[in-house]
């Protein structure tokens, strides 16, 4: 059973243990019967069944306080259990993200309660094929028609995409050059000049897709925040769910810290446990550090937005970074302690490698991570 004891460092209240208490016992009697042959329809399945049973109401937020910390550690604790619940989940809360904090009362009304109750899905449309990172040279434009704009370009790399009911979408306005002439929309998927270009394939099932906008004409009210403004709604939204992104990948490296201590406590080598080797119990020190230490990064970040900070960035890069990293680690260390049945397809270990490696390149690659970290300490800056 994953260690618990965090739950107790002055980073939570009460009514974060009761959460993650009662979570970890729905995911257990709930998770283990998805069906992932249909990644599709599983994620949609996931969807609907944390919307049904009240998981969902914590991905967004009417009154535009999000609180990151119940956001990690439902990203936590359904990583542990399942890779593509967490994956339902995280894309609720960021696909909707911008809404959320910036959004109209009648975006908030419209489609809010529907994401929380799983009956739609979100997805947050930012990357473009020669962009990635560098969201300040997207090149996607939406023009000015009447009372409302026409959008024309192509977003690629976007979880949901395919199977996502609203697409919130990052366009060039033009009210300026670089960061500071995008804007954000919300666009449902159904709207005409919308299409999937591609479905991509990854090494751990997703819905991706890649999007193309032909003459996608939306209202006017499909504006989220200010003309402009949408590269600071694009950063504010990161800056809430990319320690989220830390905490998934912690609940990975539990779960195969986990099925590390499993393993070499019921193998035997000559006689004895694998536990009583020397160098497998420093493998398990390593893997339990790395564990700690990640976790305090994830939390103080997500600690520090609750308690008011602006921006987290510095902190919530830190987190992402670190968190990712050595997950990796700690799961390479997991399949490497399990030998052959490591790579055997289909083992938790081997699932677990292949999905942690998609975390060290979403919301912002690791070398971004480096980036902002030290650009920020070059600065003296902490936010």
Not at 68 to 81: F, G, K, P, Q, Y
Request: hydrophobic content about 45%.
């Amino acid at each position: 059973m994953a260690d618990r004891s965090f739950l107790d460092w002055p980073f939570f209240e009460a009514r974060h243990r009761d959460l993650a208490a009662a979570l970890d016992e729905w995911a257990t009697a709930n998770l283990e019967k998805v069906d992932h042959a249909d990644t599709d329809q599983a994620c949609r399945d996931l969807v609907a069944a944390l919307g049904r049973d009240g998981w969902l109401t914590h991905s967004g937020a009417p009154d535009g306080k999000l609180d990151v910390r119940t956001l990690c550690l439902i990203r936590e604790t359904l990583a542990r259990h399942d890779g593509l619940a967490d994956f339902a989940f995280a894309m609720q809360g960021l696909g909707t993200g911008a809404i959320s904090l910036f959004g109209t009362e009648a975006q908030k009304a419209e489609w809010l309660p529907k994401t929380r109750a799983g009956e739609a899905i979100s997805a947050f449309a930012l990357t473009e094929p020669q962009s990635g990172s560098d969201v300040a040279n997207s090149t996607m434009t939406a023009t000015r028609d009447g009372n409302g704009f026409v959008l024309d370009g192509e977003k690629t790399w976007i979880s949901n995409g395919g199977i996502a009911d609203l697409y919130t979408v990052f366009a060039r306005t033009g009210e300026a050059p670089g960061a500071r002439g995008l804007s954000a929309f919300v666009v449902p998927a159904d709207t005409a000049g919308l299409h999937v270009a591609e479905r991509l394939d990854t090494i751990a099932p997703h819905p991706l897709a890649t999007l193309r906008f032909d003459g996608c004409r939306v209202a006017g009210d499909a504006l989220i925040g200010a003309p402009g403004a949408g590269f600071k709604i694009a950063m504010s939204v990161l800056d809430v769910f990319r320690p989220t992104v830390a905490a998934a990948a912690l609940g990975f490296a539990r779960r195969a810290l986990d099925e590390a201590v499993a393993r070499v406590t019921s193998r035997h080598v000559q006689g004895a446990p694998l536990a009583d080797l020397q160098m497998v119990q420093g493998h398990i020190a390593d893997m339990a550090v790395d564990i700690d230490a990640a976790a305090l990064l994830v939390y103080r970040a997500a600690w520090a937005k609750d308690m008011g900070a602006p921006r987290i960035t510095r902190e919530a890069a830190m987190a992402k970074l670190f968190a990712t990293d050595r997950a990796q680690s700690v799961i390479d260390k997991a399949v490497q302690l399990h030998g052959g049945d490591g790579v055997r397809s289909g083992e938790t270990v081997e699932r677990l490698y292949r999905e942690i490696r998609a975390l060290r390149i979403y919301e912002g690659a690791s070398d971004v991570q480096r980036v902002i970290i030290a650009r920020q300490t070059l600065d003296g800056q902490k936010g």
